[in-house]
């Protein structure tokens, strides 16, 4: 007899499994101490067990013609991947420690309104794009070989060519990067300004993103973004004047260089940058304050 509802047999993703994780994770919050500690307990029971026998399999099919290529194969599965290196069965790929070595120095970059991201792995050589402010900046070449060039090859010695990418960034690739699910980059923290198609090369327009006003500029393969407040007085510069890529505060006369933030009028001030990715077709703004 047929049945009366219609069982989904589609396959759940990742993102759904570890959300649905996440919040069981979070229901020990509200328990009382003993009661955390044995779901605790629980959890890193199954975690050991489950990892026992994943190494027992492994070991018992290792001389198994073909095994290896077969892993290699299970494991470009985004679950099968990520459930093997929760358990150690897998080692980080070279991928991911290039990212792991990024984190090291993401905060000092974040501080100049910057970032960085992994373009490719291939053998021993990676690419490095920079974001937001870090890309074009007149101090982008130190920043790449004492900072972020240093920090890979300290903590990932296999890499032994480091170059820097040019271009759009912010991962719009849909190939498989291999990082691990489990780590947390606060993607959250970025927001859709606009696309790519609704900024021209050599166009500037006004945004709000969550509240804030900010300036965005195309510049070729490049995209800046400046909180819209003048460094002089912190007026908004909405209504200024733009020549050859050049804005002038409507109130006081302060020039801005649009490409750089720079102030042409008081060297010794800037636009304040925010940092700014191209993901897909979307520009991505993160807010700082």
Not at 29 to 36: K, S
Not at 37 to 48: I, N, R
Not at 169 to 175: E, N
Not at 185 to 190: A, G, P
Request: hydrophobic share 40%; glycine share 10%; charged share 25%.
């Amino acid at each position: 007899m047929a049945d009366g509802g219609s069982a989904s047999t589609e396959a759940p993703d990742l993102d759904r499994l570890l959300g649905d994780l996440r919040a069981l994770e979070a229901l020990p919050e509200q328990w009382d101490e003993a009661a955390q500690s044995g779901a605790q307990a629980l959890v890193a029971a199954v975690d050991a067990l489950n990892a026992e026998a994943f190494r027992r399999l492994i070991r018992s099919l290792r001389e198994v013609p073909g095994f290896g290529a077969a892993l290699r194969e299970a494991a470009a599965d985004e679950v099968v991947y990520a459930v093997l290196r929760r358990h150690g069965i897998l080692k980080p790929s070279l991928f991911e420690r290039v990212e792991a070595a990024l984190e090291t120095v993401r905060p000092m970059l974040a501080s100049h309104g910057g970032d960085a991201e992994v373009v490719a792995v291939e053998g021993d050589s990676a690419e490095i794009r920079f974001l937001g402010a870090c890309d074009g900046c007149p101090a982008s070449q130190l920043t790449f070989y004492a900072g972020v060039k240093k920090a890979i090859q300290d903590n990932v010695p296999e890499i032994t060519k480091i170059k820097q990418a040019k271009g759009l960034g912010g991962g719009g690739a849909d190939t498989v990067k291999f990082t691990s699910p489990f780590a947390n980059y606060k993607d959250d923290e970025w927001r859709r300004a606009a696309t790519l198609a609704d900024l021209q090369d050599g166009e500037t327009r006004f945004v709000e993103v969550d509240g804030h006003s900010v300036i965005l500029s195309r510049f070729g393969d490049r995209i800046s973004a400046f909180k819209n407040a003048c460094a002089h007085m912190g007026l908004e510069l909405t209504d200024g004047d733009i020549t050859e890529a050049i804005i002038t505060c409507p109130f006081h006369g302060f020039r801005y260089a649009l490409e750089s933030g720079e102030c042409l009028t008081a060297p010794e001030v800037q636009l304040q940058p925010h940092g700014v990715r191209v993901k897909g077709h979307n520009i991505e703004v993160r807010i700082v304050t």
